[in-house]
């Protein structure tokens, strides 16, 4: 639980940040919360060469609220996030983060980036159909949701960027439910279903399924959503959308989950996390 | 709970806070990792990766060249060792094939980390740096993780041995057990597996040593620092008047720290050469792969009974999985369960067979209850088997084979003598407290919901107060020592108190319980007895804290010291007084005259007499007033009560969580209910975590899988449920002070109480047994396999392939990322 030796720099801005993760080079990580590449960095998992501190940057830090949307600092902490019921899915998903110590120090850009399938926020910013707005020397550009995650802990986000914002729908007129299953409440999602509803007279007007931990990256459970698009929201079309929740999924084994009771579990918890979000 | 205040002289039965909290919570307390000395050096161990190699070549070259790096030793490098590490059981005419374990790897590795070489620097970080230069060759030998796999012999784990097998060990009573099962109208049987957990002490081990001047100062987070002195004295031949043993504030050991460590010896040799402190502090992960695992048993079990439910036998044949080699006590520890094989039941013919069995793994050794929560789980688990084979009530099943309570003391087929006991006045609390009726209306209304609730009993007696000296010592069962407990109580010339003992404690609240009963003995108030303990230049020899030995052997040892001198002080008194010593009595803090209390002095002023005045005294008397005494006890005591579990299963994932706690617990008159209370609390959670969460995982590679908190499921205050606590109070003739451990019990009780509550939720869904730990995944797959689907739980044993691991997590999160982490 010693890590090797690295150089550490505390960026005063965004630009400074990036100047130094340039200057740095390949082994240069910005550190944020530190909550998952710390742990990792004891391990001696990870050598960084360099940690460029982006922890302190104010501008990095708050959720402007506009109209349609809210526009997330990403050095925005989940604590800040798990108080903010107005802000729906999110904000239920932040509550349900490892444990309080973790939450006070965790943000959701480090957690976006680290792109681990098994963490919340990932899901939850799939189904959202969020964006995460990045900078480098070259300047800004903005990576949908959709593109974010490419693979087991790796992300659009190229070398020499920094996440400086992640903008999320305000999606008013949709219900929503956020389902995490694990052995203990501090544990990652063994499955994490994440789900939004929008009610038209009872009918399913809009549905969209997040599924955390079903595969190397976060999913959409596109066949599910497609199954309950239009059909009236009573628990015999949920339980026959929850059905279809691990179609086109590829869950890995590991030692207290098997693909199989993984795929049982997506569905079980879509069909909760469906009935909530059309309850509401 | 209730903080009290006390009466003075009479402070024993109220629940005092903790002398010790004020600067635990405050963080004032001085553990092993806030001790530096001038010049002190820093060691990192070079592990195995390996579970079964030779050790081919060690190139220290690279690391031995890094900044700040002073040294770097093999095992080649101390031969000049007197001794191995110790294994302390010698059983008369049973032969133990014990694998000598050196503190660094001789060319052969039998596990994964196990030490091969250590780096000293004067940097904490360097010597981990210069640790991953040391550039080890192995030459890979087939390994064999699984207990049973490696009882066929065909891979050996060490060559010389020329077996896997290390003992086997018998015990039987009452008649022949095949003859008493033959004759049983009903038989069950199980295969019941009781995997390995781990201590997880939140402070890991850890070591200072000082060599100066031919002399040995060692500081070791350790419940034995005066077995570690007595050992050191044997291995590097330093006689023991020149070594002493600090055990600092210790963070907890849970029978982790209840072991002659290696990393001691390695810093005490290191030392010796360098001329230097030297200091250790084991990581988590270390803590994870090399600090003893517990459990890790395959139980074979038979009970018969008669078809109206009395129990007519019982036989345990017990695997056990002694890992690669011995600890302090390994082989033992299944044999101290058998001691209390029969639990509160009166079974005519009984019989335990123990195998050990070493394999490529961490060794096993004592862990919270070492031996009894195995022997206890296979019980009360039987029990509720044989319950619903005679489709009887588990609860009447017991009650109906319960010793009574005027049978006490109670010789078992074994021969052991069961000092008290009331087992239905614990029963019937608990079932007050939980009402019966209640619980299965809304059982049934419940499962109308989806939620399968259960209960589940567990009705335990055990046995510790480990000593007396007879029974378990050199001529008795085989320890190599005697197992007692010393004490010195000083009274101080103006009437405050210092009391030293030889237990130990690392958290458990000695220096208030122990004050508790000295104070009372001469009627002061807690506040003015301090209780120093655990180093070996300030008291006598003294055994240490484990097995729920510290107040019924070294609580007692206090009592009688404090005895001694307050009759010194009586006859002082009577002196003064121109009295009997007869006719004085302790009274509201005094030492007074019988019928006139206003005569009479204060322990204050009795100790004037003694220390300062010094002319005042009886004829012939000494002066002082101090008493050094060990004590050993006529028989164990034998702590019983009874656990209720109440769980919700989700039906549709499988997961279970425990909703409610009732624990009756008896361990004769309390001291301090705080402290027995705060014991039943961390010992039923030890016991849940089994049940539900933790669980030592090897890969059929003898990897580790479960090495970081992460993988072993540690459960957490959210995961338990608020207990519910009561007591009964039967006196142990054993001792003066009527007292029993609890610092096990909960443990020992809790596991079956679990596994009962969850069979009985699923009882209707034709689940009748799963093995431990009780996983969403294996109890969804047992529900699976109920309805026709699937093939049942996944097997507990270790060394079972499991699905790829590096991408997957295992529990909760990646621990191998490959590349692009971060």
């Known amino acids: 639980m010693i890590p090797g030796e690295f150089d550490y720099v505390v960026a005063g801005s965004v630009d400074e940040a990036i ?28 050598h960084p060469s360099l940690l460029v501190d982006i922890g302190r940057i104010s501008e990095l830090r708050g959720v402007d609220t506009g109209d349609d949307s809210f526009r997330i600092g990403a050095a925005t902490r989940h604590a800040d996030l798990q108080v903010r019921d107005d802000m729906g899915l999110i904000a239920t998903a932040a509550k349900q983060i490892a444990d309080q110590q973790v939450r006070n120090r965790g943000t959701i850009g480090g957690s976006l980036a680290n792109g681990d399938s098994a963490a919340d926020l990932p899901g939850v910013l799939l189904a959202l159909e969020g964006s995460v707005t990045v900078r480098s020397r070259d300047g800004e550009r903005v990576i949908e949701a959709q593109d974010m995650f490419q693979g087991y802990l790796s992300t659009a986000v190229m070398p020499g960027e920094v996440i400086t914002e992640v903008r999320i729908p305000a999606l008013t007129g949709y219900g929503y439910g956020y389902e995490k299953f694990n052995r203990r409440s501090e ?12 009610a038209s007279g009872g009918v399913c007007e809009d549905v969209r399924i997040g599924l955390t931990h079903m595969a190397s990256t976060p999913l959409r459970a596109s066949a599910a959503e497609d199954a309950l698009r239009g059909k009236p929201l009573d628990a015999e079309n949920i339980a026959a959308a929850a059905q279809l929740a691990a179609e086109g999924t590829s869950p890995l084994g590991d030692l207290n989950a098997s693909p199989e009771y993984k795929r049982h579990l997506a569905q079980v918890l879509t069909k909760r996390a469906l009935t909530t979000a059309s309850a509401a | 709970m209730s903080i009290t205040e006390a009466p003075a002289g009479k402070s024993v039965g109220h629940s005092l806070r903790r002398k010790e909290d004020p600067r635990l919570i405050t963080g004032r307390a001085s553990y092993i990792d806030d001790i530096a000395l001038p010049g002190m050096l820093y060691m990192a161990v070079v592990r195995s990766t390996e579970a079964h190699a030779n050790v081919v070549s060690i190139d220290t070259s690279s690391a031995l ?46 596990h994964v980390g196990e030490a091969v070489a250590m780096v000293i620097g004067d ?7 210069a640790a991953e230069h040391v550039a080890v060759e192995y030459e890979p030998l087939a390994v064999v993780v699984d207990v049973e796999q490696a009882l066929e012999d065909e891979i050996l784990v060490h060559e010389s041995l020329g077996t896997n097998k290390a003992h086997e060990w018998t015990m039987g009573g009452g008649g022949d057990i095949e003859q008493a099962l033959a004759d049983s109208e009903v038989v069950v049987e199980r295969r019941i597996v009781n995997h390995r957990t781990a201590g997880a002490a939140i402070e890991p081990r850890g070591v200072i040593a000082e060599y100066r001047a031919g002399g040995l100062t060692v500081w070791s987070s350790t419940q034995v620092p005066h077995l570690v002195r007595l050992f050191f004295a044997v291995q590097m031949g330093i006689s023991e008047d020149k070594v002493r043993v600090i055990a600092p504030e210790v963070g907890g050991g849970f029978g982790g720290k209840l072991q002659i460590m290696a990393e001691e010896t390695l810093c005490a040799w290191a030392s010796k050469q360098l001329g230097r402190p ?35 036998a019982f036989h345990a044949n017990i695997i056990q999985d002694l890992g690669a080699y011995f600890g ?11 001691f209390v094989m029969t639990g509160c039941y009166k079974i005519p013919v009984v019989r335990t067979d123990i195998t050990g069995v070493l394999t490529n793994k961490f060794f096993t050794d004592a862990i919270r209850g070492a031996g009894r929560p195995e022997m206890t789980h296979m019980l009360e688990v039987m029990i509720d088997q044989l319950a619903e084979e005679l489709e009887m009530d588990a609860i009447e099943l017991r009650r109906k084979n319960f010793i009574p309570a005027a049978d006490f003391p109670y010789e078992t087929p074994y021969g052991i003598t069961y000092d008290s006991g009331n087992y239905e006045a614990a029963l019937d609390r608990a079932l007050e407290i939980v009402d019966l009726d209640a619980f299965r209306a809304e059982q049934a209304s419940l499962r109308s919901q989806g939620i399968l609730r259960g209960i589940g009993f567990s009705t335990y007696t055990e046995i510790c107060g480990l000593a007396p000296s007879r029974a378990v010592g050199p001529s008795g069962f085989g320890l190599g020592i005697g197992l007692y407990e010393s004490a010195i109580v000083r009274v101080h010339p103006t009437g405050s108190v210092t009391v030293y003992t030889g237990a130990s404690p690392h958290g458990q609240g000695h220096e208030t319980g122990f004050a508790q009963i000295v104070a009372d003995r001469f009627g002061v108030d807690p506040a003015v007895v301090e209780v120093v303990h655990g180093d070996t230049a300030q008291g006598p020899m003294g055994l240490g804290t484990y097995g729920s030995r510290s107040l019924s052997i070294g609580g007692v040892a206090c009592a009688h010291a404090a005895e001694k001198i307050a009759q010194k002080c009586r006859e002082i008194v009577a002196h003064n007084l121109e009295a009997n010593p007869e006719d004085i009595e302790l009274r509201n803090g005094k030492f007074s005259l019988k019928g006139d209390p206003d005569q009479g002095m204060t322990l204050g002023e009795v100790a004037g007499c003694a220390y300062i005045d010094a002319t005042n005294m009886p004829e012939g008397m000494e002066l002082g007033l101090e008493q050094t005494l060990i004590y050993d006890p006529s028989n164990f005591v034998f702590p019983f009560g009874t656990h209720v579990c109440v769980v919700d299963v989700d039906a549709e994932t499988g997961k279970v969580r425990v909703v409610r706690w009732v624990a009756v617990d008896d361990c004769g008159p309390a001291v301090n209910p705080m402290l027995i209370d705060g014991q039943v609390h961390g010992g039923v959670t030890h016991g849940i975590g089994q049940a539900l969460y933790e669980q ?38 054993s001792n003066s002070l009527g007292v029993k451990g609890i610092g096990e019990a909960g443990t020992i009780a809790a596991t079956p109480a679990v596994v009962n509550a969850v069979i009985d939720a699923l009882r209707h869904e034709g689940i009748s047994y799963i093995d431990m730990p009780l996983t969403p995944m294996r109890v ?43």
């Open chain 2, 328 to 338: 302090l006590l390994t082989p033992m520890i299944p044999e101290l369960g058998a």
């Open chain 2, 696 to 733: 030592v995982v090897y890969d059929e590679r003898g990897q580790l899988i479960t090495g970081t908190f992460l993988d072993y499921a540690l459960p957490t205050a959210e995961e338990i449920p608020s207990f519910e606590t009561d007591r009964t109070e039967t006196k142990s003739p």
């Open chain 1, 19 to 46: 100047g130094l993760l340039a200057e740095g080079g390949a082994d240069a990580k910005l550190l944020a919360g530190g909550h998952s590449l710390l742990p990792l960095m004891k391990l001696r998992f990870a």
């Open chain 1, 187 to 198: 544990d990652w999602a063994m499955v994490g279903v994440s789900a939004l509803v929008k």
């Open chain 2, 65 to 110: 060249g890094r900044p700040g790096i002073k040294a770097v030793y093999t095992g080649a490098d101390m031969s000049d060792l007197l001794a191995p590490l110790p294994m302390a059981w010698a059983p008369p005419g049973v032969e133990i094939k014990t694998p000598e374990r050196w503190p660094l790897a001789r060319g052969h590795v039998a």
């Open chain 2, 278 to 312: 030297v200091k250790w502090i084991e990581t988590r992960s270390e803590n994870m792969a090399v600090s003893h695992h517990g459990r890790d048993q395959v139980d074979y079990v038979r009970m018969g009974a008669t078809r109206d439910g009395r129990i007519t």
């Open chain 2, 780 to 822: 969804w797959q047992a529900l699976e396999e109920a309805r026709g689907r699937g093939d049942g739980p996944r097997a507990t044993e270790q060394g079972v392939s499991l699905p790829p691991q590096g991408e997957g997590s295992a529990g909760s999160g990646p621990t191998r990322p490959e590349g692009g982490a971060a």
């Open chain 2, 123 to 129: 940097d904490r970080y360097g010597v981990v740096d």
